[in-house]
């Protein structure tokens, strides 16, 4: 399935989540290995050995995680870059929510339909988790202009807390937080999904809505979901994601490899995961009442709409203003509507709990 052995060496073996070759050390599980030697001779010959193998695999180890620690490096530079470019551009055409609209399945929209349908995503998520009491308490991961927490900071009277990694985007979120009259109550900071600025259990409602594709370590991403989760508390991802791998397969398709690869060089995406290994990361940590669906029905009108409002004057002048990242992943956007059609990307929500101990 998606998980497979990455690296042995003599103190770790480290097992690789994603299932796209090109992935930077996303790393699953670390056990110790166990060894037994039936003589002193002997084991004392394999300490020589070991310690020396321990030190070429502790130096290749360094290496590697120089090299992944280089790339992140890069990746939320990119992303940053990405985002700094292109929000002003989607808020004055889609307005304040960066993530797709929840749609009757095989419904025919108008450009009015969009905005409701956004909307409609965040309740029908929240919906979904069937969350135990309003929270009180919320933490956006991913956050782009803040638009899910002052709709969630609206409807329930909770207090969110923003991270993004474009400051143009949070300083932006801030300011329509102002606007709203709802500072301090919720405010934007820029900071790293991957290592959040908050203690731990702080938050009964963790929200990620699209920014897991982004994240380049799937099982750090979810642990450090769960940690700032109160106990009791719920998460919900909503995110992309490759299908799930059949029983017996061991990758994508090549072909299906190539799709993706051009979507992540557009949109600054690492490998991408199944719904599967997110489930399977979830019970790794004792998370519980974890559920997961596939929504790709329900997005499926919303990249032909984005396409047709970039194909627009407005749209089409206010791109090529916007800059080069943009009018990439402007140009990518029909090999999303590619992948869903040919089931290879998956349009996911899973939800969990954390225990309350
Ligand atoms: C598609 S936008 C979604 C924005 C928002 N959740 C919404 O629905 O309107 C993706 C967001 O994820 C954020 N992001 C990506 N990687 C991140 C990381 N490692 N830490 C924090 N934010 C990240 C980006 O900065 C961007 O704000």
């Not at 321990?54 to 590697?64: G, I, P, S």
């Amino acid at each position: 399935m998606g998980v497979g052995v990455m690296r042995m060496s003599w103190s770790t073996t480290t097992l690789l989540l994603c299932s796209q070759s090109h992935n930077p050390t996303t790393i699953l599980f670390r056990r110790p290995p166990s060894f037994s030697f039936r003589d002193t001779t002997r084991r004392r010959q394999r300490s020589i050995h070991l310690r020396a193998r321990r030190a070429a695999a502790t130096e290749a180890q360094l290496d590697d995680d120089d090299h992944s620690g280089i790339m992140w490096k890069q990746l939320q530079k990119g992303i940053a870059e990405f985002y700094d470019e292109s929000s002003t551009l989607w808020e004055n055409i889609w307005g304040d929510h960066m993530h797709h609209g929840f749609y009757d399945p095989d419904s025919s929209v108008s450009l009015s339909d969009h905005r409701p349908a956004q909307i409609r995503m965040i309740d029908e998520a929240l919906r979904f988790a069937s969350l135990p009491e309003e929270p009180k308490n919320v933490v956006d991961v991913g956050c782009g202009i803040g638009g899910s927490s002052r709709y969630i900071a609206s409807k329930y009277g909770a207090k969110c807390k923003g991270i993004t990694l474009s400051p143009v985007q949070a300083q932006r979120a801030n300011a329509l937080a102002s606007s709203q009259s709802l500072s301090p109550q919720v405010s934007f900071q820029v900071a790293d999904a991957l290592d959040q600025p908050f203690a731990d259990g702080k938050f009964d409602l963790v929200w990620s809505m699209e920014s897991g594709e982004h994240m380049p370590d799937k099982s750090k991403f979810v642990s450090e979901l769960a940690r700032v989760a109160a106990p009791g508390g719920t998460i919900i991802i909503v995110t992309w994601c490759h299908r799930d791998l059949k029983p017996g397969e061991e990758s994508l398709q090549p072909w299906e490899q190539t799709l993706l690869n051009k979507i992540c060089d557009a949109f600054y995406l690492p490998a991408w995961c199944s719904t599967a290994d997110y489930v399977r990361l979830m019970e790794s940590l004792s998370l519980q009442d974890i559920k997961a669906a596939d929504w790709s029905q329900y997005v499926a009108p919303f990249w032909p709409a984005v396409i047709r409002s970039a194909l627009t004057w407005k749209g089409l002048t206010s791109l090529l203003r916007a800059g080069r990242k943009t009018i990439r992943g402007a140009l990518a956007m029909p090999l999303m509507i590619e992948g869903y059609k040919k089931d290879l990307i998956k349009f996911a929500i899973i939800t969990c709990r954390k225990p309350h101990q």
